[in-house]
């Protein structure tokens, strides 16, 4: 069965505090992608990653960083966290190439800036 | 630029049919896909279209026009499990996934 775990499903932050959100996938997936999800927002693309040392900026990458040192791990970075990140991030992975590449969903993160 | 619109909520009773629109505005397309997230968990797959036409997967049918930019996801025989979120999905050429804001779905007896 396929899976990819985030390391929490809940964390409580506080302001300037630097946090770390990992994802570990299980499937050789080369694709790996960090989204938040806001209410009236839906999946924001923040970074992708198409191979390991590789990443990519998506549609809101301000205030985050990455970080993909194995193909199974892709960290999401908030170098000093605010209330405006309190949100709940979601990873997922996916095999390379254009076609049908179906993305698979961790659990989340729900994270609170307080 | 991008622009995946859907309607925000919907609401439909149960053994009742529902049809819950895309329309989409991107650079470069390379494929459509629907997922389906309950309340407080992550989305999973439902239907992908690349090509122009209908894709039927049980109680679920997908249907694509390129030309249009133009979607549907559409729910037969609804059952109250069938509440959640559906959220419309575009795979741009060298990009990721890009998801339109999802349409809530509510279904009642």
């Known amino acids: 069965d396929v899976k990819v775990t985030q390391s929490s499903r809940y964390l409580v932050k506080r302001t300037g505090e630097k946090v770390f959100l990992e994802c570990v996938q299980d499937?050789?997936?080369?694709?790996m992608f960090w989204y938040r999800q806001d209410p009236g927002l839906g999946l924001r693309l923040i970074y992708f990653?198409?191979?390991?040392?590789?990443?990519e900026k998506g549609d809101i990458p301000e205030g985050y960083s990455v970080s993909r040192e194995k193909k199974e791990r892709f960290s999401l970075i908030l170098e000093s966290a605010s209330t405006n990140q309190t949100s709940m991030y979601l990873c997922?992975?996916?095999?390379?190439?254009?076609?049908?590449?179906?993305?698979?969903f961790g659990q989340g993160t729900r994270l609170t800036v307080v | 630029g991008q622009n995946i619109d859907q309607p925000t909520e919907m609401t439909a009773t149960e053994g009742a049919i529902v049809q819950i629109n895309c329309t989409y505005q991107?650079?470069?397309?390379?494929?459509l896909f629907w997922y389906q997230q309950h309340a407080g968990e992550a989305p999973t797959f439902l239907s992908y279209n690349v090509l122009d036409g209908l894709e039927e997967k049980g109680r679920f049918s997908s249907f694509l026009s390129r030309s249009k930019g133009y979607s549907y996801l559409l729910l037969k025989e609804l059952q109250m499990k069938d509440s959640a979120s559906y959220l419309c999905a575009v795979y741009q050429a060298g990009t990721a996934l890009i998801f339109g804001k999802g349409t809530t779905l509510s279904v009642s007896s």
């Open positions: 990653s198409y191979d390991v040392k590789m990443k």
């Open positions: 997922a992975s996916s095999l390379p190439g254009q076609m049908n590449t179906e993305a698979f």
């Open positions: 499937m050789d997936h080369e694709n």
């Open positions: 991107t650079s470069g397309f390379n494929g």
